[in-house]
C-alpha cells in the first residue's frame, strides 16, 4: 500500500508505538491521520485530527466510524497487558485482555471494513506482538489474546480480500515506549520499529517481523516446544 495521500486512523495514538505511527504517517505523506484515544487530550502531535475511541466500547466505536468515513487505512494499535498467568491469575484481566485485543480489534474492523470497501479496498494493519506465538511467565493471558488477535489478523485477511482491502499483522518483541519499567532486558528503539512496520506495508508484506524476537518466535511454532520452554520439559 502506498502511504503517501492515504487517510489513516491509528488507536491508542496518544503514546508508544501508537503516536510514533501517526508522526511517521504524516512524515510519509498521508493525506489525513485520525489520532484516536480513550482519553484526546493526551494526544500532543501536531498535525493530526483527534477523536475519542475506546475499543472496548461498540457505541465509541461507531462513532469514529461516523466521523472518519474517509479513512483509507485503519491500524488497529491500542492494546493492554495485564501481566496475569492463567491458571492463578485474576480472571477479569484474562478477560479483560481478551476484550482488547480480540473483541476490540474485531469491533474496529467490523465498523471499518464498510468504510474501507467504499474507499476502495485500503488496508488495515493489526497490532501483534511476538508473543502471538510464545508463552510467559507472567504474561499469558497476553499470550492468550495475542493468540487469538494473530488468527483473527488471518481470518479477516481471508473475508475481505474480494473487497480488495489487504490485511497486514506486525509483529515485534520488546520495545522502549517508556512504560516497561519491570524489564530489565534490551529493548528496541520504537521509532526503528515503527519504521520497519510503516516499510513491510508499502512492500505489500502480510507478516511483518519487526525483529530478531518476532522471527525467532514465529521459526519457534514449528520447533520442539521442549527446546523452546525448557523448564517444562
Do not use: C
Not at 486512523?9 to 501517526?22: D, M, P, Q, S
Not at 493471558?141 to 488468527?151: G, L, N, S
Not at 513491510?200 to 514449528?222: C, F, H, M, N, R
Request: glycine fraction near 8%; charged fraction near 20%.
Amino acid at each position: 500500500m502506498d502511504i503517501k495521500d492515504s487517510v489513516a486512523l491509528v488507536t491508542g495514538a496518544n503514546r508508544g508505538l501508537g503516536r510514533h505511527l501517526a508522526q511517521q504517517l504524516l512524515e510519509r505523506g498521508a493525506a489525513k491521520v485520525y489520532a484516536t484515544a480513550r482519553r484526546p487530550e493526551l494526544v500532543d502531535l501536531p498535525g493530526v485530527e483527534v477523536l475519542r475511541l475506546d475499543i472496548t466500547d461498540p457505541e465509541s466505536v461507531a462513532q469514529a466510524a461516523a466521523a472518519a468515513q474517509d479513512v483509507t487505512l485503519l491500524v488497529n494499535n491500542a492494546g493492554i497487558a495485564t501481566f496475569a498467568d492463567l491458571v492463578t491469575g485474576d480472571k477479569a484481566a484474562i478477560r479483560l485482555e481478551l476484550e482488547t485485543a480480540f473483541w476490540g480489534t474485531l469491533e474496529m474492523v467490523r465498523a471499518f471494513a464498510p468504510i474501507l470497501r467504499a474507499n476502495g479496498g485500503g488496508a488495515i494493519v493489526n497490532l501483534n506482538s511476538a508473543m502471538s506465538w510464545v508463552a510467559a511467565d507472567r504474561a499469558n493471558a497476553y499470550h492468550v489474546a495475542k493468540a487469538a488477535q494473530w488468527a483473527l489478523t488471518s481470518g479477516v485477511r481471508l473475508e475481505l480480500a474480494s473487497q480488495n482491502t489487504r490485511v497486514a499483522g506486525v509483529y515485534l518483541g520488546m520495545t522502549d515506549t517508556g512504560h516497561q519499567q519491570w524489564w530489565d532486558g534490551p529493548m528496541g528503539d520504537p521509532a526503528v520499529a515503527v519504521g520497519a512496520m510503516l516499510d513491510g506495508l508499502e512492500a505489500d508484506q502480510l507478516e511483518i517481523l519487526v525483529d530478531d524476537l518476532a522471527t525467532g518466535a514465529k521459526a519457534a511454532l514449528s520447533a520442539d516446544p521442549r527446546d523452546f520452554y525448557p523448564a517444562a520439559a
